[in-house]
T-cell receptor, first 111, second 112 residues
Framework: DVKVTQSSRYLVKRTGEKVFLECVQDMDHENMFWYRQDPGLGLRLIYFSYDVKMKEKGDIPEGYSVSREKKERFSLILESASTNQTSMYLC??????????FGSGTRLTVV | GQSLEQPSEVTAVEGAIVQINCTYQTSGFYGLSWYQQHDGGAPTFLSYNALDGLEETGRFSSFLSRSDSYGYLLLQELQMKDSASYFCAVRRGTGGGNKLTFGTGTQLKVEL
């Protein structure tokens, strides 16, 4: 089975901090994605990457950046965390099929 | 832009059949997916329809009508463990990668 591992299950950060969310997949997938999930809003795409060092903005990229230096790792960066970035963050990977494999999520609270 | 509409909540009894509808408006449509998410868990892939018609996988079936911009997920012989949120998602084919735009989810509650 494909595994997508997110480094932290819960995080609490202060406003203004730089936050790194890490995601690693073990199946050599080309495509990786970061979503955030909020009640009543579903999952919204922040950024995605279809190759090493390649990235594209999703629907809500403001306040975020990403890094993909190795194929298996896709990092989401909050440059200066704000309280409106308190959310569940979900990483996913996918290779040529139409089904994403999601990680367990990181619940980030910004105080 | 893209938009998907699905009911926010559905309640059904164990053993029954339930249908969760999804209508969408999007550009660059390639297909419709369905995901299941239990409370506190990650979304898991259920099905994908690229062409019109019904796809069956065990107790779950998914239907797509591209001309009507409409699809549904059909769950048969409901079990308590089917209580979860169900998301439809449109696959958009522009650019690299198979980007999905998700609906806001339908919370299914299965009762005895």
């Amino acid at each position: 089975d494909v595994k997508v591992t997110q480094s932290s299950r819960y995080l609490v950060k202060r406003t203004g901090e730089k936050v790194f969310l890490e995601c690693v997949q073990d199946m050599d997938h080309e495509n990786m994605f970061w979503y955030r999930q909020d009640p009543g809003l579903g999952l919204r795409l922040i950024y995605f990457s279809y190759d090493v060092k390649m990235k594209e903005k999703g629907d809500i990229p403001e306040g975020y950046s990403v890094s993909r230096e190795k194929k298996e790792r896709f990092s989401l960066i909050l440059e200066s965390a704000s309280t409106n970035q308190t959310s569940m963050y979900l990483c996913a990977s996918e290779q040529g099929s139409y089904g994403y494999t999601f990680g367990s999520g990181t619940r980030l609270t910004v105080v | 832009g893209q938009s998907l509409e699905q009911p926010s909540e559905v309640t059904a009894v164990e053993g029954a059949i339930v249908q969760i509808n999804c209508t969408y408006q999007t550009s660059g449509f390639y297909g419709l997916s369905w995901y299941q998410q239990h409370d506190g868990g990650a979304p898991t892939f259920l099905s994908y329809n690229a062409l019109d018609g019904l796809e069956e996988t065990g107790r779950f079936s998914s239907f797509l009508s591209r001309s009507d911009s409409y699809g549904y997920l059909l769950l048969q012989e409901l079990q308590m463990k089917d209580s979860a949120s169900y998301f439809c998602a449109v696959r958009r084919g522009t650019g690299g990668g198979n980007k999905l735009t998700f609906g806001t989810g339908t919370q299914l509650k299965v009762e005895l």
